[in-house]
Every structure is written in structure tokens, then in C-alpha cells.
């Protein structure tokens, strides 16, 4: 599967952006699906990810962002509310056919967006 993400840009601390994955190929929907992200000088991190039980958010996001699909249009977004200025990082999507692998070790990545907070 291959991935491509945007949606990316400059936001002021407590706006809000959503970020797309489109996906190529017919098996998108048995994939399971997550957002990781990238700040500078740090390691990449999980973010969010989306399996058949639903979504599964990273400490630092819940209650602020939300992870859907929509298998129809083989796509996954990622809605962030109230955003910080440490939500600035370069945002991957991410697909893997295992429910564990998505949350630490994708095999399919996309592209990275830039998401950048002002304060």
C-alpha cells in the first residue's frame, strides 16, 4: 500500500488542523491504519491508530485528536483540536496488517506533513 499525507500547515496554539492519508491499492480496508510524529531533535512517536477496535491515542493527544477512516475513499484523517506549540512535529501516516505493529513498527509509511503551532 502506498501512502500520501497532507493537510499540514501553520495553526495558532489552540486551533485546529486535519491532517489526510490517502492510500493506493484495494486492500485498504484491511489495513489497520496510524499517525505518528517527528519533532526536531526527537525520535518519531506514536500518535494515534485506528483498528477494527477502534482508536488508540498516544496520552500526550487523547481527548484532543481524532483518528477516522473512511474505507469508501481510502483515506484516514487525524482532526487535532486545541493545539499546542509541542504538537509541532512532521505528522507520517502509517499502515500495517498487524494491530501491534501499528502502534510501534509500521511496514508502509507515507510522506510527512509539517504541522507547526504558533504560541
Known amino acids: 500500500v502506498q501512502l500520501q499525507a497532507f493537510g499540514g500547515g501553520l495553526v495558532q496554539a489552540g486551533g485546529s488542523l486535519r491532517l489526510s492519508c490517502a492510500a493506493s491499492?484495494?486492500?485498504?480496508?484491511?489495513?489497520?491504519m496510524g499517525w505518528f510524529r517527528q519533532a526536531p531533535g526527537k525520535e518519531r512517536q506514536f500518535v494515534a491508530a485506528?483498528?477494527?477496535?477502534?482508536?488508540i491515542y498516544a496520552d500526550s493527544v487523547k481527548g484532543r485528536f481524532t483518528i477516522s477512516r473512511d474505507n469508501a475513499k481510502n483515506t484516514v484523517y487525524l482532526q487535532m483540536n486545541s493545539l499546542k506549540p509541542e504538537d509541532t512535529a512532521v505528522y507520517y501516516c502509517?499502515?500495517?496488517?498487524?494491530?501491534?505493529?501499528?502502534?510501534?513498527?509500521?511496514?508502509?509509511w507515507g510522506q510527512g506533513t509539517q504541522v507547526t503551532v504558533s504560541s
Open positions: 502509517a499502515a500495517d496488517a498487524s494491530v501491534v505493529a501499528i502502534r510501534a513498527t509500521p511496514s508502509n
Open positions: 485506528i483498528t477494527w477496535g477502534g482508536g
Open positions: 491499492g484495494r486492500t485498504f480496508s484491511s489495513y489497520h
